[in-house]
């Protein structure tokens, strides 16, 4: 086993209580389970997976970010300037990612509209292709319009999750426009919550020169806790274990069993934490939250470079490196999202 994460201390006598029993609980589920021997072979190699991070960037996704500067032209120039592929139509794009998850066997994926207002882009993939399209979409909860919009696409539209980015939007999250929104979430079967935290950077905007213009002090997964405690049988996932949050992250799991963390993309706010490697956060959050509330992601986005396979088989490794066993694995890498978007 690996050593505990150096950089969290637990002070409180409540916490010291915690984490014991945490660790002798997940150590009880991993020896007794019964791992389902289609997912994961003896080598540990993974042979079902799910990705419950991906961004949907639709025509519409740029023709937004082209009106970011004037000089940025249209939606089509920003893709030139980018080098990357155009995306098509929402069908087109679709059917792309459909044969990217074909050709590394991925069952489902979580796509993520990543502009407030493109909810119809991800709603068109996610008809096309129910069975392996999870829809999600950004949402600023601040608009006029941000409670009919969550009702329209969560209704009508068929998705599934709502994403919040309170550092990039600017509002609290004990807002009461959160709460309006975790609200109506919380009625609809199936839906979940998204919250961004901690280090907030889009890698698109540095590359076109446009700020971002971000107060990560907005972003506290602390903040969650009384939303989630409000909302018991809402899902709220954080991704990236906090970026950089870490520890508030894992309190907040902790304290309230309806909060998930994805491990989506290189994960390099690490670097805000002395000697500390992407390994001891597995094992850290293995130890105190378990496997089934761990949910694998790539935060892939643009073509032509697709899935990101190096951050699953990064990810992988560290499994295999602390040795963790066929329950934790298969439930990290699919089982929790098969039970959490149920189809």
């Known amino acids: 086993m690996h050593k505990s994460l150096p950089a969290i201390q637990y002070e409180s006598l409540a916490f010291q209580n915690i984490i014991p029993s945490a ?37 519409h996704f740029f023709s937004v970010l082209s009106r970011s500067r004037a000089d940025l032209g249209t939606g089509s120039t920003v893709v030139d300037a980018l080098g990357w592929d ?10 792309r990612w459909i044969n990217e998850m074909d050709v590394h066997k991925i069952s489902r994926v979580a796509l993520i509209a990543s502009v407030p207002g493109d909810e119809d882009s991800v709603a068109t993939a996610v008809a096309a292709h129910p069975d392996r399209f999870v829809g999600q979409f950004m949402l600023d909860p601040t608009q006029d319009d941000a409670v ?3 009702e329209r696409a969560l209704t009508d539209l068929g998705l599934r ?22 609200s109506l979430a919380s009625a609809k079967k199936h839906a979940t919550l998204f919250v961004h935290c901690g280090v907030l950077s889009v890698g698109i905007r540095k590359k076109l020169g446009l700020p971002n213009n971000f107060d990560v002090r907005l972003g506290d997964p602390l903040a969650i806790v009384p939303l989630a405690l409000r909302f018991p049988n809402l899902p709220i996932i954080i991704p990236h274990f906090g970026a950089g949050f870490f520890r508030e992250a894992l309190i907040a799991a902790d304290l309230c069993s309806n909060i998930y963390l994805d491990t989506s993309s290189s994960n390099n706010w690490i670097k805000y934490h002395t000697n500390v490697t992407l390994t ?4 850290q959050v293995l130890d105190i939250l378990g496997p089934d509330r761990l949910l694998f992601g790539s935060d892939s986005s643009f073509f032509p470079r697709g899935w990101q396979k190096p951050i699953f088989e990064s990810q992988q490794a560290v499994l295999q490196e602390i040795d963790a066993d066929l329950y934790a694995t298969q439930r990290i890498f699919y089982e929790n999202f098969e039970r959490i978007f149920a189809l």
């Open 86 to 95: 155009h995306p098509g139509s929402p069908i087109a794009l679709a059917q």
């Open 23 to 59: 660790v002798s609980h997940t150590r009880s589920i991993l020896a007794h389970s019964e791992p389902n021997e289609d997912t994961i072979r003896e080598d540990m190699t993974v042979t079902h997976l799910n990705d419950i991070h991906c961004h949907f960037f639709s025509e």
């Open 148 to 150: 009919e919009r969550t």
């Open 280 to 283: 001891d956060v597995f094992q």
């Open 161 to 182: 999750g709502i994403c919040l980015f309170p550092a990039m939007h600017h509002y609290s999250l004990d807002d009461e426009c959160v709460s309006r929104i975790a």
